[in-house]
C-alpha cells in the first residue's frame, strides 16, 4: 500500500476497513453508519486495483451526477499518488482519470445509467457503486455485466446505507440469496464509531439527540428499521405458505403490471369460500416482445378461468402499433383471449385495502394451522418469491400507516424500489375487495355496494351475498 499523499506515513485503516481492503471476494458489500469510512477504503482497493493490474478500467457509480465532485472527486485525489496520474478529462458528462500505467477511471452519476445503457460499452474489472440503496437492482445487474475484462480479478465493490429489507440485503445478506449460498460475496458491517478517531467528539455529540431508531440505522447499521414501509405488518413468518393444490371450487383472480425495459408481472389469487385470499403463482419477467409475454401469461394460466382480470389503467391508453393499426396492451391481450378490465387508480385507497387483509384477524379460523384462531386474510405462496421481496420493501414518500392500517399519504408517491408485483398485489385486492370486505361494525357488512367507495370495473355485476358472508 503507497504512502496517503501529503502525509509521511502509512495509511491507517480501522478494523472494518482492513477487512474490505484485503477481501478478494467477486463481491464485497459495505454496509453501515453514517460516516463510518466506507467509501473511502472502496476508493483505497480501486485505486490500488488500478495500480497493481496495469491498463484496468474501473467504473465508478455515485448516485448524483453532482455527488461525484461533492465526495468521490475529492477523496480520490486525495488517496491517488500524483506521481501515477497521467490527465484527467472533467467536461460534462465524461468524468474519468487516466493512469501513467494506462488504467482508466471513468465516473457516472445514476442519472446518466438510462443513457448508458445505450452507449456505455467499456468492460471493466473494477465496478464501485457508492450509495447503492439510491438505485435499483436491474440498474445494478446492468452495470454489473460490464465487469468482464480478462486476465485480471473482477471485484464489485458496494458502499450503502442501511434501508431495511431492501434489494441489497435480499441480495447481498440474506442467506436465501445465491450469491451468499456461493460465497461469492464479503459482506462488511460498519458503525460510525469505528471511525471515531476521524471524527471526533463534536460529530458524536450531535448524535446523542437523534431517535433511537435512527441512532440503530444509521449509526450502528442496523437493518431492522422499516420506517417509511407501506406495508410494515407484512411478516414472512405469518403470511408466506407452502404451496398446496387449489381446489377447484374456489373463485380465481388475476391482475396485471405490464412492462417494456422493465418486468411485466402477473399474479393469480384464490378466494377460500371464508374470504381468504391466497396468491398462488406468479409470471414475473422481462421478455423481448409484448407477444413473448402474452405467450409466458398464456402457458402459466392455462386451463384456469378467472372471475376478473384486472390491469394497470394506463395500458388502455393507445400506444401500440401493429401493423397500420394503432390500439393499446390491453387491446393486444383481448385479442390473445385474456380479457382485462382496468386496475383501480387509487393508490392510497388499494393500499388501505391491503393493509386490512394482511392485519389479524383475532376471531378467523386459520386456514392451514388446525385449532388455531387468528389470522390474516390474505397469504403468499412461496412460489411468488419477487412480489414477496417487493411487498417487503414497499415504500412510498409521506405516507404513514395507522395501528389499524389505514394508509396516509400523497397517491403514489412512490420511492425508488421496484414496485411490479407489490402494484398488482393491490390491483388484484382492490377489484376483489367487495368479495374480501371485512366489517368493523356488524351492519356495515349489510350495506350496499357504493361505488365511491367501492370501485368495480365496468360491467362487472357485483354478486349478491347473504348476511352470514365471510363466515360471521
Known sequence: MWDRV?????????????????????????????????????????IQHALDYPGSRILVVKDTYGGIFDTVWPDFFELCPPEAIAGQTKDQRNVHVTLKNGSIFFFRGVEDLIAARRRLGLTASFLLVDQAEQIDLSTFLFL???????????QTVLTSNPEGHDWLYHTFISDKSEFVQDELVDYILFSSYDNEENLGPEFFKGLEHYPDYMKRRYVYGSREEYVGLVWP?????????DWFDIPPSWKRYRGFDFGFSVPTCCLCAAL????????????????PSLDDHIDGILEMCQGEEYEISVMD???????????????????????????????????????????????????????????????????????????????????????????????????????NVADHGADTTRYVIAAVYDDLYLPEEPERAEKKYDPEIHWKPPGYERRQREKTYMGA
Not at 460490464?146 to 480479478?153: E, L
Not at 388455531?372 to 414497499?394: K, Q
Request: hydrophobic fraction near 40%; glycine fraction near 8%.
Open 6 to 46: 501529503g502525509t509521511a506515513t502509512q495509511i491507517r485503516l480501522n478494523s472494518p476497513q482492513s477487512k474490505a481492503f484485503t477481501s478478494a471476494k467477486r463481491y464485497q458489500h459495505f454496509d453501515g453508519g453514517w460516516r463510518a469510512g466506507k467509501t473511502w477504503v472502496a476508493l483505497l482497493k480501486a
Open 144 to 154: 454489473d455485466s460490464r465487469v468482464s475484462m480478462p486476465d485480471r480479478p473482477l
Open 233 to 241: 405488518m407484512f411478516n414472512q413468518d405469518i403470511h408466506v405458505c
Open 272 to 287: 377460500s369460500p371464508n374470504g381468504v385470499l391466497f396468491f398462488y403463482k406468479e409470471y414475473y419477467e422481462v421478455a
Open 313 to 415: 389503467a394506463s395500458c388502455f391508453r393507445a400506444s401500440h402499433q401493429r401493423g397500420d393499426r394503432w390500439g393499446s396492451i390491453a387491446d393486444e391481450f383481448v385479442a390473445a383471449g385474456i380479457h382485462v378490465c382496468p386496475a383501480t387508480r387509487d393508490w392510497a385507497s388499494s393500499a388501505a385495502y391491503v393493509s386490512r387483509l394482511l392485519a389479524i384477524d383475532p376471531e378467523l379460523k386459520h386456514p392451514l394451522v388446525p385449532g388455531r384462531v387468528g389470522s390474516p386474510r390474505v397469504f403468499f405462496f412461496a412460489d411468488c418469491e419477487h412480489t414477496i421481496n417487493e411487498i417487503l420493501n414497499y415504500k412510498a414518500e409521506d405516507v404513514e400507516t395507522d395501528a389499524a392500517g389505514n394508509v396516509f399519504g400523497r397517491d403514489g408517491a412512490r420511492k
